[in-house]
């Protein structure tokens, strides 16, 4: 946003808020949005443009006596803060402890984001986010720590099948030269 806003000081952006993936793809079908930023996988209806892949995290509270990296054994029977049963980030984490055969505690189950990260900051529960929030976490008092083995999701720009419009097509062309690097 600072790189484009930079680059065409005359265009105002208007920033559509959405809970999660889901809500993201419902703001591009139902034409509320004309680009969207998420985590993959989309449907295949919407055209993808990576920009970075983001590693997934422990959040912990201090005082939790875990090595760095977590072995995803250490996941069973952990205090968590999740998203709620049935959402798609829900399933795909349930998946992820299904395939190691870890068995979490869910102490929080919400889609509010302000609720996992509370969660943690009370010594309630530790969380799975993404390395993008850990300056935050840490900012807080919290522990960050990687997994064993890593776990990275793709965050894209997203749009619809049709042609965007030009101030959307600039926008996406700022996106993607940030990522060269």
């Given amino acids: 946003m600072p790189a484009y806003a930079a680059e065409h000081p005359g265009v105002r952006v208007h920033i559509v808020r959405c809970d999660g993936r889901d809500g993201v793809v419902s703001a591009i079908r139902d034409q509320r949005a004309d680009l969207g930023l998420t985590d993959l996988p989309?449907?295949?209806?919407l055209i993808t443009h990576p920009l970075e892949r983001q590693e997934i995290v422990l959040?912990?509270?201090p005082g939790l006596e875990l090595p760095n990296p977590v072995p995803m054994g250490k996941l069973h029977g952990m205090r968590l803060a999740l998203p709620a049963r049935g959402s798609l980030r829900r399933r795909e984490l349930d998946a992820m402890f299904g395939k190691y055969a870890v068995t979490p505690v869910v102490v929080v189950?919400?889609?509010?984001?302000?609720?996992w990260l509370n969660a943690v900051r009370a010594g309630q529960a530790s969380l799975l986010w993404y390395r993008g929030m850990a300056e935050q976490a840490a900012r807080a008092g919290l522990v960050v720590r990687s997994l064993e083995p890593a776990v990275r999701r793709v965050i894209a720009v997203v749009h619809a099948r049709r042609r965007l419009p030009l101030i959307a097509q600039d926008f996406l062309t700022t996106a993607e030269k940030g990522t060269a690097a």
Avoid: K, L
């Fill in 59 to 61: 959040i912990s509270p």
């Fill in 42 to 45: 989309v449907p295949t209806d």
């Fill in 109 to 115: 189950e919400t889609d509010e984001r302000n609720g």
